[in-house]
T-cell receptor
């Protein structure tokens, strides 16, 4: 089956602009989460959506936002871009329904590499 | 902050077993030990997970100590394609929030 698809794979923006990244989860997966990876901070959790509701949020400013659609596809938006927002943005999906279970494997996409000039 | 501690880097000869250690002394009773790896600039890839018993799949084996405070990921016959950063994560599974540490960069040498 198809994996997690992220678009675009690469993009270049300038400071002050905004950007929207898209994530299509594995078919049947209702949970989508987003991560930011930078050389300095490593992999950091941004937020998670389940059934169109934000279920968890990391420690990022309000310029970072996201949403999930009824088909489980998700988008994240970064407004007023800063140089420090240059990063690899990763999306992951799982079939996690929220019940406490250890058998919850996240499948990651290839990421969207954002460069802010 | 990450709840696991791993060595920053390790080397392994091609064809030999790679043993990657992880300390997770504060692991909770309902948390599993998960291992992911990330090959350069790709998304992390799931390898294996376990609660308290040793586990094996087609990719690797996971050995968890009896007190669950540490574990070892074993790649039985490392290849050059196994060169990656390996992350050990404690995770309860209720949400999709993974806390990544700095991981171990495994370099498989020819």
């Amino acid at each position: 089956k198809a994996g997690v698809t992220q678009t675009p794979r690469y993009l270049i923006k300038t400071r002050g602009q905004q950007v929207t990244l898209s994530c299509s989860p594995i078919s049947g997966h209702r949970s989508v989460s987003w991560y930011q990876q930078t050389p300095g901070q490593g992999l950091q959790f941004l937020f998670e959506y389940f059934s169109e509701t934000q279920r968890n949020k990391g420690n990022f400013p309000g310029r970072f936002s996201g949403r999930q659609f009824s088909n489980s596809r998700s988008e994240m938006n970064v407004s007023t871009l800063e140089l420090g927002d240059s990063a690899l943005y990763l999306c992951a999906s799982s079939s996690n329904s929220g019940r406490l279970t250890g058998a919850n494997v996240l499948t990651f996409g290839a990421g969207s590499r954002l460069t802010v000039l | 902050d990450a709840k696991t501690t791993q060595p920053p880097s390790m080397d392994c000869a091609e064809g030999r077993a790679a043993n990657l250690p992880c300390n997770h002394s504060t692991i909770s009773g309902n948390e599993y030990v998960y291992w992911y790896r990330q090959i350069h600039s790709q998304g992390p890839q799931y390898i294996i997970h376990g609660l308290k018993n040793n586990e094996t799949n087609e990719m690797a084996s996971l050995i968890i100590t009896e007190d669950r405070k540490s574990s070892t990921l074993i790649l039985p016959h490392a290849t050059l394609r196994d060169t990656a950063v390996y992350y050990c994560i404690n995770y309860g599974g209720a949400t999709n929030k993974l806390i990544f540490g700095t991981g171990t960069l495994l370099a498989v040498q020819p």
